[in-house]
């Protein structure tokens, strides 16, 4: 999922760079501003449909 979002052979590896930024951090950062995870959680990644899945 993100391998395809973020392949491009004359940009290199800034789409796959801006891919997990708006896929993963971006998701991550705001379940963590909305208290679903606290410190020290162990979160797992996961692709359902084409979405990313945060659990802990």
Do not use: H, S, W
């Not at 760079?17 to 959680?41: S, V, W, Y």
């Amino acid at each position: 999922m993100l391998g395809e979002a973020g392949f491009d052979p004359v940009y290199g590896a800034r789409p796959l760079k801006r891919a997990i930024q708006q896929k993963l951090e971006n998701t991550l950062a705001q379940a963590i501003l909305k208290g679903e995870f606290m410190p020290g959680d162990a979160i797992v990644v996961d692709a359902k449909e084409g979405n990313l899945v945060l659990n802990n």
